[in-house]
């Protein structure tokens, strides 16, 4: 016999909608450092498609005077 998961498909799609709706910057790194997620909000305050910015190391989005204290983590 089967298991119900309509409330478990229902509660992602909630909390899907509110991270890709939310008015802060989310975003998921992997753990080479390039962005694997990136919120609409993000998108739309820096002014990239997602195309240009998906799987990009995020270090390639930082000032480069802060760059140095960055690079260490990946």
Do not use: P
């Not at 790194?29 to 002014?47: H, Q």
């Not at 910015?53 to 930082?62: E, T, V, W």
């Amino acid at each position: 016999m089967g298991q119900d998961v309509t409330s478990e498909i229902q509660a992602q799609h909630k909390y899907k909608n509110i991270i890709e709706n939310s008015n802060e910057f989310i975003f998921e790194i992997d753990n080479r450092g390039n962005f694997v997620f990136v919120n609409n909000y993000a998108l739309e305050c820096l002014g990239y498609q997602i195309d240009e910015i998906l799987y990009r190391k995020y270090i390639d989005f930082i000032q480069l005077k802060h760059k140095s204290k960055l690079e260490i983590f990946f």
